[in-house]
């Protein structure tokens, strides 16, 4: 038998394309491995917090006392449902000893598995549907710049994919083992993202109608049961997290959700083509021109997968489109749908030399854009500093040069057993992209990293816990006195925009769901005012970020 025949011929394809993207991902990390992304800081504190509960357990100043180890890793640190940490921490812990980084490779990770998913999608509607979707999804370019950072949403677009075709594959949940898998992926996707029903709720009312709409009666028993059983499958897996009633406090108490429909503004002509037009970015101009032609096939796609398909890419957009806060990265998992589509309109031209011509100049112009490095930058600043300079403090207002790096500093935080805590009286996602990437890389640290912006009153609640301190500022001017520690009370106060009275917590682990955790309450000024008396200055760290100075102060404490 011939290693590569006809048959095999597109497996072949499609394992290049995966290579392709996987060593091309190797050496991007490899060359910028500082560049993070948005929200990578938000999700990256979540996880050094939950791998340090793992480690630390009950010496964790986030750790709630008075609940289970599960528990606090479940609901602890994080306003996302779990599952995406317990992917990570898996990754973490099985490739981090040959790897420092290798939690950062998840996005790459989940973005190879899309590309598999999406070929064998398209595998229902024509195996070469799904190869050549598989390679248009993979070069869009939110898709290949997202799957270099660390962010939820690849990972969601990924179980979103693998729902989907478990939700084709029950043939009208006719296929019981295929239904209880539908209902298991449902389950881990509800785990991975609260909008995960936003993206397969279309799919799965369109195959919930055709599967009992002109079906014999003789089979609606069976499918009855199968949908039963896929229902039971998500509905326990999902109960993990979301028997806590404060999950829904926390979530609908979020900005996205605040103004949401009363506001005015979202029924406006921009608020409401936000997301189409964002296709011209994130997608390509080129890419979105190709899609729009291909919608001209779309009536000789079958009707059952013309349905799924279109319902897979209008509902989120209809829904999403109802909150005032709007993220082009929301539109990540119905991209695959967009390629879908896309593969099988350029397939359907009848004269096969307009065809070739018609895709082989699709892919060499998605080539020349990878290349290019056509990335949409209005949604992505790659923030971080690869210029710095270090000095030492003497006491005095002069500082001299200080003649080693970064990394050593970060490397004596790591090798001392303790807590270092890090806040800022300017949000600068910046240093804190900078300076958790090169913590997080390497896995042996001792320390104990405590970031201030998930949850500024619970770490000020623990300010007693801390054995070093970094505060970060746009001031030459060392930031610990009274005048910037009632600046960073009022600039942090400002930044809460919910309407909700502070719910009152005991020292330590605020319960979760309260409202309002942004806010340091005026009873927690006093512990800001003795920081002052028990640390002392070590070192300054001065960093230029897009041409403008940025200072990190490193403290310890003295008693």
């Given amino acids: 038998m011939k290693l590569i025949s006809k048959k095999n011929i597109l497996f072949w394809l499609l394992f290049l394309l ?8 190797i050496a991007w990390l490899i060359k910028d491995p500082l560049a993070t992304g948005k929200d990578s800081y938000a999700h990256l504190t979540s996880f050094l917090n939950f791998k340090q509960i793992i480690s630390d357990g009950k010496t964790h100043p986030f750790y709630d006392q008075n609940k289970s180890l599960f ?38 990770l989940a973005f190879l ?3 598999f998913l999406v070929y064998k999608i398209g595998e229902v509607i024509e195996p070469k549907t799904g190869l050549l979707a598989a390679f248009i999804c993979s070069f869009y370019p939110m898709m290949y710049y997202i799957s270099r950072h660390f962010n939820i949403e690849m990972t969601l677009a990924a179980v979103v994919c693998a729902a989907v075709l478990c939700l084709l594959k029950t043939e009208f949940f006719e296929k019981r083992g295929f239904s209880i898998g539908l209902g298991v992926m449902f389950g881990i996707g509800m785990l991975t ?77 921009e608020q409401l083509i ?64 967009l390629a879908l589509v896309t593969a099988f309109g350029l397939l359907k031209l009848k004269n096969k030399k307009n065809r070739a011509l018609a ?43 200080f003649d ?15 807590t270092v805590g890090v806040f800022y009286n300017h949000r600068n996602q910046s240093f804190n992209h900078f300076f958790l990437k090169r913590l997080f890389a390497y896995s042996d640290k001792k320390a104990k990293l405590v970031d201030a912006l998930p949850y500024p009153v619970i770490f ?27 600046e960073y009370k009022q600039q942090v106060n400002r930044c809460n925009y919910t309407k909700f009275k502070i719910i009152s917590a005991k020292p330590g682990k605020l319960p979760y769901g309260d409202i309002n955790t942004s806010c340091i309450p005026e009873k927690l000024v006093k512990k800001l005012f003795d920081l002052k008396e028990k640390y002392q200055l070590e070192h300054v760290l001065e960093f230029l970020d897009l041409g403008k100075s940025w200072y990190a102060y490193f403290y310890r404490r003295i008693y």
């Fill in 359 to 401: 895709i082989i100049g699709m892919i060499i112009i998605s080539f020349l854009n990878y290349y290019n490095y056509g990335r949409p930058r209005f949604f992505y600043d790659v923030r971080h500093c690869d210029e710095y300079s270090l000095y030492s403090f003497d006491g005095k207002k002069d500082k001299s040069k």
């Fill in 404 to 418: 080693s790096n970064l990394f050593v500093i970060i490397e004596s935080l790591g090798r001392q057993a303790g």
């Fill in 274 to 337: 936000y997301y189409p037009s964002s296709f011209r970015f994130t997608v390509g101009v080129f890419l979105s021109c190709v899609f729009c032609y291909a919608l001209i096939f779309l009536s000789k796609i079958d009707r059952y997968i013309r349905g799924c398909l279109l319902s897979w890419i209008i509902f989120p957009i209809l829904f999403l489109s109802l909150f005032v806060l709007k993220y082009a990265e929301y539109m990540i998992a119905l991209l695959p749908a």
């Fill in 113 to 115: 598995m899309l590309i």
């Fill in 71 to 108: 528990y606090n890793l479940v609901f602890g640190v994080i306003d996302y449902p779990p599952f995406f940490n317990f992917f990570v921490f898996l990754l973490d812990f099985l490739f981090g000893h040959f790897y420092a980084n290798a939690a950062i490779f998840t996005s790459t």
């Fill in 18 to 25: 995966i290579c392709f993207h996987f060593f091309n991902n």
């Fill in 193 to 269: 993202k609260e909008t995960f029903i936003v993206y397969l709720v279309g799919p799965l009312c369109v195959t919930i109608y055709f599967s009992f709409n002109k079906a014999e009666r003789l089979f609606w028993k069976k499918r009855s049961v199968n949908l039963l059983l896929a229902f039971l499958c998500a509905f326990f897996i999902s109960l993990i997290f979301y028997y806590n009633k404060g999950v829904y406090a926390n979530l609908f108490n979020r900005s996205q959700f605040i103004g949401a429909v009363n506001n005015s503004n979202v029924f406006s002509f």
């Fill in 460 to 486: 000020f609640k623990n300010l007693d816990v801390f054995d070093k301190l970094i505060f970060v500022s746009d001031s030459e001017k060392p930031w610990l006195d009274e005048q910037g520690i009632l």
